[in-house]
């Protein structure tokens, strides 16, 4: 079955290191995208990407860094330059030109600072 | 002024009740409009599109109302099972991203 693959579902990391979460599909989006979820305040975008090679920063992009090297593999790595990481993050993907059907989600990683 | 608002709840309702959410975007511009559900410590899941005429899919009816800038979301003879987060979700013309609310929390009890 087709669908959006996160991992590690939970992720400790300690203070000053760098992080990658890893985001996979086989659902054939072209679009791919990542948000932090905190409690309380919704999903904020951080990073997106319409096609191969190429990315747009969100909303608090900053501390955060992506990669698009094949259509199927969204990266996201937190930098030690993110103040407050902890977090629940969801990488979503939706179907070439159009988002009327919504996105697609990953199950989530959840991120800790030790 | 958030693109999009919800009454963040938390809403507490008896089973079999009759529960309704608002929600009101900001920009005129939105498209697309969707409501998802999302529980507790998972992803959120698409549970229906809503479309200008208005639409039902069982115990569920979803609203638009573009000249207000308004939807909303009626859930009929409740079940515990739809206790959850409902997110208001629009998209905006050109800007390729969906935009979402901070949810409104539902507890249904028994």
């Known amino acids: 079955d087709g669908g959006i693959t996160q991992s590690p579902k939970y992720l400790f990391r300690k203070e000053g290191q760098n992080v990658t979460l890893s985001c996979e599909q086989n659902?054939?989006?072209?679009?791919m995208y990542w948000y932090r979820q905190d409690p309380g305040q919704g999903l904020r975008l951080i990073y997106y990407?319409?096609?191969?090679?190429?990315?747009q920063k969100g909303d608090i992009a900053e501390g955060y860094s992506v990669s698009r090297e094949k259509k199927e593999s969204f990266p996201l790595t937190v930098t030690s330059a993110q103040k407050n990481p902890t977090a629940f993050y969801l990488c979503?993907?939706?179907?070439?030109?159009?988002?009327?059907?919504?996105?697609?989600f990953g199950s989530g990683t959840r991120l800790t600072v030790v | 002024r958030k693109e999009v608002e919800q009454d963040p709840g938390p809403f507490n309702v008896p089973e079999g009740a009759t529960v309704a959410f608002n929600c009101t975007y900001s920009?005129?511009?939105?498209?697309?409009f969707f409501w998802y559900r999302q529980d507790c410590r998972k992803e959120p899941k698409l549970l229906m599109s809503?479309?200008?005429s208005g639409n039902e899919d069982g115990r569920f009816t979803a609203q638009l109302n573009r000249a207000s800038q308004y939807i909303s979301l009626l859930i009929r003879d409740s079940k515990l099972s739809d206790s959850a987060t409902y997110l208001c979700?629009?998209?905006?013309?050109?800007?390729?991203?969906?935009?979402f609310g901070q949810g409104t929390r539902l507890t249904i009890n028994p």
């Open positions: 979503a993907s939706s179907p070439p030109g159009t988002l009327s059907r919504g996105y697609t």
């Open positions: 659902l054939n989006h072209d679009a």
């Open positions: 990407s319409q096609i191969v090679n190429d990315f």
């Open positions: 920009n005129s511009a939105s498209q697309s």
């Open positions: 809503v479309y200008s």
């Open positions: 979700v629009v998209t905006i013309q050109g800007a390729q991203k969906l935009v």
